[in-house]
């Protein structure tokens, strides 16, 4: 992996999946946007994974777009039973509140969680584990030739 994302990204990653926001094609995915204004669109060949969300394009790393691919591609772990917590949140209105701190958006979340009596150490344990296997990807992050779309909203995800 060239640049590696924020940590936070795989939270938003197991979102997309629960959501049923990813739709897997050959050498190619859509992936929609947590409030459902923006599709994405990933591609992969020869260890090369382009995506027009704005992290990938601005950011230079894997955004959560080309992480929830990776994932259902098994080329990094997904672990189901975590999956279903991410389900429903709408990540750009948590990110737009928190004006862009991914941590602060993550720990709203996982406060959510711990007071649902979720064992959140769990979930820490495996995001992590997740992360030390995308910095062992041998894959190349390069930006998408497809402009980032633009949402009706003005927000970014």
């Known amino acids: ?4 994302p924020p ?3 795989i939270h938003e990653a197991y979102s997309a999946i629960a959501d049923n926001r990813v739709a897997v094609g050959n050498g190619t995915a859509k992936v929609t946007s947590s409030n459902y204004s923006k ?3 990933v591609t992969w060949e020869d260890g090369i994974y382009t995506s027009n969300d704005d992290a990938s394009y601005w ?3 894997a955004g959560y777009p080309i992480i929830a691919v990776l994932m259902l591609q098994g080329k990094i772990k997904l672990n189901h039973s975590i999956v279903k917590y991410f389900k429903g949140i709408n990540w750009t209105e948590l990110n737009a509140n928190h004006k862009a701190n991914y941590a602060k958006a ?7 969680l ?7 150490d769990a979930i820490a344990e495996e995001i992590n584990e997740v992360y030390k296997q995308i910095e062992l990807l041998n894959i ?3 930006r998408s030739s497809i402009k980032p779309p633009k ?3 003005g927000k970014k995800s």
């Open 1 to 4: 992996m060239n640049k590696m």
């Open 7 to 9: 940590i936070e990204k």
């Open 39 to 41: 599709e994405y669109t």
């Open 59 to 61: 950011g230079g790393y």
């Open 106 to 112: 993550v720990s709203e979340i996982m406060a959510g």
């Open 114 to 120: 711990k007071m649902n009596g979720i064992d959140c």
């Open 140 to 142: 190349t992050c390069k």
């Open 151 to 153: 949402s009706n909203s």
